[in-house]
């Protein structure tokens, strides 16, 4: 199922099932178990015995919380609160307050947040020409703490206070709006390119194109590298992790440490 690129303002407001395989987002955008946005780190935390940590994201448009259990923790320890972050994660809720708990997560510059902005904007417009509304009834500013709870158990949320930093109210003040007025496309589009050779940031990629290149690729080199992927296909790295990703799910390849190997 595809993690859509979305807004924190759509994840939070969009509505849940759950069915054998697990939770279930439905936005705009469609139905997927996975999201995928980008934002600051405002915040960071870790209980005492490291078993469980959580990072707030904002966006501008609203705040949602990663959170990891166990071994998973470690993927959060090579971030700090001030990262902007692209993230792939899958849906989850406790106590009324959806959150993801992350596959992929790579630092972005400041000039890719505002590609996405552009990006999101272009199909939000395209999804309203066709009838979808994202005006929602409740528009939440920002995560607010339930009141604390025991400790948990695995799976489960543990709660703190979250103190809302200078990086929160500095996006407040600046709308990410008012940021893209000063920058058109085109600048944007040929700042980003000279760190990603010939890719064209305004056409849209289709995901399974990009899963079938990415294996085409490891068909001539399976010790292809993800940064040599994503140069040779001029995509953004996790758009190589997602797509490396799903072909591991669906038994295609398999991860070595030189490399991938090729099933079947």
Not at 162 to 190: G, P
Not at 202 to 222: A, C, G, H, R
Request: no cysteine.
């Amino acid at each position: 199922m595809i993690a859509y690129k979305m807004r924190i303002i759509d994840l939070v407001n969009g509505k849940l099932k759950n069915d054998a395989a697990g939770a279930v987002l439905s936005t705009p955008f469609g139905e997927s178990k996975e999201a995928r946005i980008l934002g600051t780190i405002i915040d960071s935390y870790r209980n005492n015995e490291n078993t469980y940590g959580a990072l707030t994201i904002d966006d501008g448009t609203s705040t949602t919380r990663l959170k990891a259990w166990s071994e998973k923790v470690q993927l959060l320890d090579k971030f700090k609160v001030g990262d902007i972050v692209d993230i792939i994660g899958r849906i989850g809720e406790f106590q009324d307050e959806f959150y993801l708990v992350p596959d992929i997560i790579i630092p972005v510059e400041p000039n890719y947040w505002l590609f996405r902005e552009l990006e999101l904007s272009k199909r939000i417009k395209d999804l309203k020409e066709r009838g979808l509304s994202f005006d929602y009834e409740q528009k939440i500013d920002a995560y607010e703490p339930p009141a604390p709870q025991a400790p948990p158990k695995e799976e489960e949320e543990i709660t703190e206070e979250v103190e809302i930093s200078e990086i929160e109210d500095s996006l407040r003040e600046t709308a990410i709006e008012d940021l893209m007025e000063e920058v058109s496309e085109e600048t944007i589009a040929t700042e980003i390119a000279q760190g990603k050779g010939d890719m064209d940031f305004y056409e849209d990629l289709d995901e399974e194109k990009i899963k079938e290149s990415v294996y085409d690729l490891l068909k001539t080199d399976p010790k292809i590298s993800k940064v040599e992927i994503s140069n040779v296909l001029s995509i953004d790295e996790l758009d190589v992790e997602l797509a490396l990703k799903d072909l591991i799910d669906e038994n295609r390849i398999k991860s070595k440490e030189d490399g991938f190997e090729l099933i079947g």
